[in-house]
């Protein structure tokens, strides 16, 4: 594998782009392959997608918390350390958002695209890919995301022969800031922690009836020929999870505890918060709102949340496709598939979900994907950092029951029991499993760059 110098990325979303760029930032020629393009003055999208740009959020605009000794940030920090490009453009492109890590997707768009093209590495080829290439000439990650193609989708199915899973989930509404009524909401972050970036819009208890009666009786939209509701366990659209329970939204997206109401003092019967889409604070979208009704049924039923009465919807919450693969049975701890080590997978389509789970395990197959290419055996990362928890999760969950993962403390390796038992304080035991990990990620970090710095 020594003579291979050539890296195939498939997809251009984040995981893809960041592999990209780390590959290339390592010396790789890198070939970035984007199905989305625009042929003859018409755009060719997914069903998902409303632009042909690279790392399009497609749903919230966050990158989860920056509250230090919290699993999202241990995951941000280690990329940070390891030169994570995109992270890097998501802090150069941050919007107020309290204690999270929020970015303007337009100007993080535009970056990207910039950093693509000023690496002179990378060739951007934008066309559908049907196949994948075998010959081990080239290595390839396949970073197409959860809305591969059906072919592309049906290449992988006959390659792994594991077929192909699928589960759906939503996206949330946005809304344009003229329109709120300022006069019925109030800024605050819960708790008062970080910067009060949050738009809370109140509820008193007849309220709530009100809005959850019409939710929950609201006419979905018709479903496609390629939808089935498989949903995501940890991004149910609002409409399944309130036929949960009446009182389901109050202890989940609309829960009120920690966001005192300043003209009341204290916290209302239930909250629905509002994130700032960019840094002109010109549009908001509604946190944990993605759902799968008619247009104007959501319209209908979001305006009875106060302060959205006479609100105007940029964009209306829908439903799209996410595929991935049975990985615990298929890749290994590199991210390789076991049959055909030549290709890697990176993103949603890997089992990892969120965005920043996204970027780092793109960040790791741009690294392992380089190293292979230049005749060395990657090292992975260690089991207790959380980018090689993430890894470890979905490389060896129970593949008959496995569903796609955030990185949270339970994919960490826990403290020793005597440990566990002697420190009692749940912030101070997750102080400790993040310094542990961090720790070991920096072990590994610098054993990898001098062992390169050797065979170099």
Partial sequence: MSGVRKVRVIGGGLAGPEAALTAAAMGCEVELYEMRREVDGEKILTPAHETTEFGELVCSNSLKSESPNTAPWLLKQEMRR????????????????????????VEFSKKIAEAIAAELRIRVIREEVTKLDLSGDVLTI???????????????????????????????????????????????????????????????????????????????????EWEKAEYFEGCLPIEVLAKRGVDTLR??????????????????????????????????????????????????????????????????????????????????????????????????ISGVEGYTESIASGLLAGLYAAELAQGREPEAAPRESAL???????????????????????LLVPLEEELRKKVRDKKERHRMVCERALASFDGWWQSRRASRSVSD
């Fill in 82 to 105: 390891a030169g994570s490009r995109l992270l890097a453009l998501a802090d150069a492109t941050a919007v107020p958002a309290g204690h999270a890590l929020a970015v303007d997707r």
């Fill in 251 to 348: 202890f989940g997206p609309m829960k009120p505890v920690g966001l005192d109401d300043p003209k009341t003092g204290r916290y209302p019967y239930a909250v629905v918060q509002l994130r700032k889409e960019n840094l002109r604070a010109d549009s908001y979208n509604l946190v944990g709102f993605q759902n799968h009704l008619k247009y104007g049924e959501q319209a209908r039923v979001l305006r009875l949340i106060p302060g959205l009465e006479n609100a105007k919807f940029l964009r209306y919450g829908q439903i799209h496709r996410n595929t991935y693969i049975c990985s615990p049975k298929l890749l290994d701890d590199r991210l390789r598939l076991k049959t055909h080590p030549m290709v890697l997978f990176a993103g949603q």
């Fill in 142 to 224: 396949v970073a197409s995301g959860p809305l591969t193609s059906d072919a592309l989708s049906r290449r992988i199915a006959e390659l792994t022969g594991a077929g192909q899973l699928a589960f759906y989930d939503s996206i949330s509404p946005i809304v344009d800031a003229e329109t709120i009524d300022m006069e019925r909401v109030y800024f605050a972050a819960r708790w008062g922690k970080g910067t009060a970036d949050y738009i809370n819009c109140p509820m008193t208890r007849e309220e709530y009836g009100a809005f959850y009666e019409a939710l929950v009786t609201a006419e979905a939209a018709e479903a496609k």
């Fill in 388 to 410: 090689g928890s993430l890894t470890h999760y979905i490389t060896h969950a129970d593949a008959e029951d496995f569903q796609p993962a955030n990185i949270t403390f339970d």
